[in-house]
C-alpha cells in the first residue's frame, strides 16, 4: 500500500531521519557503551533499557525510509469552495446537533483530538471534494453511520509546523 504525502510530508520525514542518524544514533551508542562498561549484562538496567532505545531508534528510521520509498506525492491544489487536503472545514453534526472545525490532512499528520482528521478516515473520504451546503453521509462501519452538513470550506496550504506523527 502507498501512502499519500506531500513534498513537506517527504521534507520532515528526511529530516527527522538525518536528525536520528547523525545525532541521535550516535548518542544512543554512546550510552550503550558506558552501560556496557558497568558491568553484568544480565542484571544491568541501563544497559538493557539503552539497547532497547537504539532499535527502537533504528525501528523508527526504518519506517520512515520505508514511508518515503513507497510514498505517492500528492498535490495540495483544490478547486475554490471544495474540501481538499488542508481545507478548514464547519460541519453540522446532525446527531449530536453541534458544528465542529476540522482540518483535512494526510494520514502522517492526523491528530484528531486537535481537529486534524485524515483524508483517508471514514470523514475526511467523505467530505473530500464536496462543497458548503451538502449534506454527506459518513459511514464509519456497516453498523453505524451519520450525517454531516458542510458549513463552510476554506482553503489551508500545506503547513510546515504541524508535526508528523510519531507512533
Not at 528526511?14 to 557503551?33: A, C, F, G, H, M
Not at 544491568?44 to 520512515?64: A, G, P, T, V, W
Amino acid at each position: 500500500m502507498h501512502d499519500e504525502l506531500t513534498k513537506v510530508d517527504i521534507k520532515k520525514m528526511q529530516d527527522e531521519i538525518d536528525y536520528r542518524v547523525n545525532v541521535l544514533t550516535p548518542k544512543l551508542k554512546e550510552e550503550l557503551s558506558k552501560a556496557r562498561a558497568l558491568g553484568d549484562l544480565s542484571e544491568n538496567f541501563e544497559y538493557k533499557s539503552s539497547k532497547r532505545e537504539l532499535s527502537r531508534n533504528y525501528s523508527r528510521i526504518n519506517y520512515l525510509q520505508r514511508m518515503i520509498a513507497t510514498a505517492v506525492i500528492v498535490s495540495t491544489d483544490t478547486d475554490e469552495g471544495k474540501v481538499g487536503l488542508f481545507s478548514k472545514v464547519r460541519l453540522y453534526v446532525e446527531e449530536d446537533d453541534e458544528e465542529m472545525d476540522i482540518v483535512i490532512v494526510t494520514t502522517l499528520r492526523q491528530n484528531s483530538t486537535e481537529g486534524f482528521i485524515s483524508k483517508e478516515s471514514p470523514l475526511g473520504k467523505a467530505i473530500m471534494g464536496k462543497k458548503v451546503g451538502d449534506r454527506v453521509l459518513v459511514k464509519v462501519n456497516d453498523n453505524y453511520s451519520y450525517y454531516v452538513v458542510i458549513r463552510s470550506v476554506e482553503k489551508g496550504e500545506d503547513d510546515e509546523n504541524l508535526e508528523i506523527s510519531s507512533f
